[in-house]
């Protein structure tokens, strides 16, 4: 099984806010990221978080980092139908270098 | 656009072949990692490149192999393909420890 767990898939209304979540098993993880995927694309960097920080906002994300739980979420406020997209979760574990270990996924799906 | 191109974009191969995938990176970056991506899965990580030298490395066989050239572009090339190998191929460049910008991928079919 994969150390990073997420939910396979997540359905909303167009407005509607969104939040993915994701479990990590590593106490040394340095980095959180979430990456976006689109049909036939690569990763799209959508932001990150440091491990010594709880919560970090970016326009319509905001990214909630729970360390004693080993939880990380997205959110994403008024969700568009151009969110919808596969999202990752990834961890850069220290003296790891540029390794980072992937979730499987959450297809996030935006209905109108 | 992150500036990182992989070629070829889809290929076809059958297995016992031989694969050889293409990444530039992007202008300023020394570091290359690889990924591979099975359908419906995360991407794995099979190795890393800094400065011509392997640094890392995740559980990949030694069939899988790769080279970083003196302009930081790098080769993955895959022998004795099998089956199990068909996926999207990624490659990331990035500054070592840096941001990770990631090519739009190479899909292997392996019949």
């Known amino acids: 099984g994969e150390d990073v767990e997420q939910s396979l898939f997540l359905s909303v209304r167009e407005g509607d806010s969104s939040v993915i979540n994701c479990t990590y098993t590593?106490?040394?993880?340095?980095?959180l990221y979430w990456y976006k995927q689109e049909p036939g694309a690569g990763l799209q960097l959508l932001t990150y978080?440091?491990?010594?920080?709880d919560m970090k906002q970016d326009q319509r994300l905001t990214v909630l980092l729970n360390k004693k739980d080993k939880h990380l979420s997205l959110r994403i406020a008024d969700t568009q139908t151009g969110d919808s997209a596969i999202y990752f979760c990834?961890?850069?574990?220290?003296?790891?270098?540029?390794?980072?270990?992937f979730g499987g996924g959450t297809r996030l799906m935006v209905k109108p | 656009e992150t500036g990182v191109t992989q070629s070829p974009t889809h290929l076809i191969k059958t297995r016992g072949q031989q694969v050889t995938l293409r990444c530039s990176s992007q202008?300023?970056?020394?570091?290359v990692s690889w990924y591979q991506q099975a359908l419906g899965q995360g991407p794995q990580f099979i190795f890393q490149?800094?400065?011509?030298?392997?640094?890392g490395r995740g559980n990949f066989p030694p069939r899988f192999s790769g080279l970083q050239f003196p302009n930081y572009s790098s080769e993955l090339n895959v022998n004795a393909l099998e089956l199990d190998d068909s996926a999207l191929y990624l490659c990331?460049?990035?500054?070592?420890?840096?941001?990770?910008?990631f090519g739009e991928g190479s899909r292997l079919t392996v019949l």
């Open positions: 490149y800094y400065r011509e030298e392997e640094n």
């Open positions: 590593d106490s040394s993880s340095t980095y």
């Open positions: 202008s300023g970056h020394n570091t």
């Open positions: 978080i440091f491990s010594n920080m």
């Open positions: 990834a961890e850069r574990r220290n003296n790891a270098g540029n390794m980072l270990t």
């Open positions: 990331a460049s990035s500054l070592l420890l840096g941001e990770l910008f």
